[in-house]
């Protein structure tokens, strides 16, 4: 079964203490990996898409990283304002388009 | 460029009532997702449309369905509610069908009471 586990699921950081997310998964043949930013009561924000492994990509204090098994968003010197629920999603190889999401993790950031 | 619009924001029924939530698509986006996120729980997939036509749905029963109009805006339909309908409604939209990311909109809470 096509499964997506996020962990920790709760994070406090201090301001400036870098941190990373881990998205593990099982899929039967992964097509894409997606990070989103969920603020409470909002829709999710598109963050990150990685396709392969070995592929990496960074925005702002934000860089996500993938293996064939799991994927990373580590978030350095993170600030307040990044505070929110980070959400993992896999498109898997087969049966249509709808994508399969972890739990999230929520990060809470004080200064 | 607009984002991925939903409507209304808020929504209370009462238990056996009907409800239809609205969305519209970001400008050019063909494929429309509804998605259930029931607090505690994951987003999870209720339908996807693409040109007019469902393309797949989650497991979800009858009672929870939709359609897409010419302009690729869509509309659910939650039918004989229950209590445990209560949730957000997530809907997103992406340029083609596949691989493409997914754009969601603000949502919809849904409230049965």
């Known amino acids: 079964e096509d499964q997506v586990t996020q962990s920790p699921e709760a994070l406090r950081l201090q301001e400036g203490e870098s941190s990373s997310l881990n998205c593990s998964y099982t899929?039967?043949?992964?097509?894409?990996l997606f990070w989103y930013r969920q603020d409470p009561g909002k829709g999710p924000e598109f963050l990150f898409t990685l396709y392969s492994a070995g592929e990496e990509k960074e925005k702002e204090r934000l860089k996500a990283t993938l293996t064939k098994k799991e994927s990373f968003l580590h978030i350095t010197a993170p600030k307040p304002e990044d505070s929110a629920t980070y959400l993992c999603?896999?498109?898997?190889?087969?049966?249509?388009?709808?994508?399969?999401f972890g739990k999230g993790t929520t990060l809470s950031v004080s200064s | 460029e607009a984002g991925v619009t939903q409507s209304p924001t808020h929504l209370i029924k009462t238990r056996g009532q009907q409800a239809t939530l609205r969305c519209s698509p970001i400008?050019?986006?063909?494929?429309v997702y509804w998605y259930q996120q029931a607090l505690g729980l994951g987003l999870q997939f209720l339908l996807w449309?693409?040109?007019?036509?469902?393309?797949n749905r989650g497991n979800f029963p009858p009672r929870f369905s939709g359609r897409q109009f010419p302009n690729y805006s869509s509309e659910l339909n939650v039918n004989a509610l229950e209590l445990e309908d209560s949730a957000l409604y997530l809907c997103?939209?992406?340029?083609?069908?596949?691989?493409?990311?997914?754009?969601f909109g603000p949502g919809t809470r849904l409230t049965v009471l």
């Open positions: 449309y693409d040109e007019g036509e469902e393309r």
């Open positions: 899929v039967s043949g992964l097509r894409g």
């Open positions: 997103a939209s992406s340029a083609w069908t596949g691989l493409d990311t997914q754009y």
């Open positions: 400008s050019g986006h063909t494929s």
């Open positions: 999603a896999v498109h898997p190889g087969a049966g249509g388009t709808a994508l399969i």
